[in-house]
């Protein structure tokens, strides 16, 4: 486990209101693109850890939503996908450009930029017996239009090659008029991931990107515990207006203290 002795929780009565001082050892200074100085940070040597196994084994960056994500995996893959393959998934009824455009947590998005050397996040279970789980990390080393070979990062079966094939699945979202199926690979590129994504894997050089504060219980906690070494952590914050510069707001049910009794 982690141990960041130096970030200290302020509890500010009567609002329940908690923040945290971000350590300036860990925080990221910029001026400009908050996005590109995260991930100058966490991916510097790029062109020559692009596709190495350690490399990208060894560094993720997380960020509270899905949204986020897809910013920061295209600020690296404008930079490095040049001559990539485009894989796009099929839907069926309604109008094709609407259904392109939905995105859906846990389900793919209906195109996908990749290049032999991209990190891929799988989204289903498709072989746990293989390490083939939802979360697993692996990198492409092989683009074909129905099958994705690729190289297990993550768990014990680093180092394995696999086959990825395409499949229909349909979001959990039970709101729509309509019940989406989307045929394709089920992975995302991972240079950057969800917090809550992130959970269970330990990683040497972690990247936090808040563009705003996180939103759940022990979210916060989750993020700088999956890295390994307080020398491995990095945080960009931006600071909304009523924040000062070096804190971020974090997020405890103060309901699970009521029940403790002090002890000796």
């Known amino acids: ?9 302020l509890h500010i009565p009567p609002y329940k209101i908690t923040y945290t001082i971000i350590p300036f050892q ?4 910029y001026s400009g693109d908050p996005v590109k100085a995260i991930v100058d940070h966490i991916y510097k040597d790029l062109d020559e850890g692009h596709g190495s ?16 994500v897809d910013k920061i995996n295209r600020e690296v893959s404008d930079t490095i996908c040049k001559g990539s393959s485009t894989n796009e998934g099929d839907e069926i009824l309604y109008p094709a450009e609407y259904l392109n455009s939905l995105k859906f947590s846990g389900v793919p998005n209906h195109e996908l930029e990749l ?14 017996k293989k390490g083939l789980c939802n979360g697993t990390r692996l990198i492409v080393t092989q683009c074909c239009p ?9 768990g014990n079966k680093t180092g394995e090659k696999t086959y990825i094939p ?30 809550n994504k992130s ?20 979210q916060l906690y989750v993020a700088v515990s999956r890295v390994t070494s307080p020398s491995g952590l990095k945080i960009v914050s931006v600071n909304e207006e009523d924040m000062c510069d070096g804190y971020t707001k974090n997020v405890v049910y103060q309901e699970i203290f009521n029940n403790i009794v002090p002890t000796d």
Request: proline share 9%.
């Open 115 to 128: 290049k032999v050397g991209v990190p891929i996040m799988l989204l289903r279970n498709l072989n746990p």
């Open 53 to 68: 196994l350690e490399y990208l084994r060894d560094r993720a960056i997380l960020t509270p939503l899905n949204e986020y």
């Open 26 to 29: 860990v925080q990221v200074t």
């Open 146 to 154: 129905f099958v994705i070979e690729g190289m297990i990062i993550t």
């Open 1 to 9: 486990m982690l141990n960041l002795p130096y970030i200290i929780l």
């Open 166 to 195: 395409r499949i229909c699945m349909s979001p959990a979202d039970k709101t729509m008029p309509f019940v989406l199926k989307r045929k394709q690979f089920p992975i995302s590129v991972c240079y950057a991931m969800t917090i």
């Open 199 to 218: 959970q269970g894997q330990t990683v040497k050089n972690v990247g936090l990107y808040l563009p705003k504060p996180v939103f759940c219980h022990g």
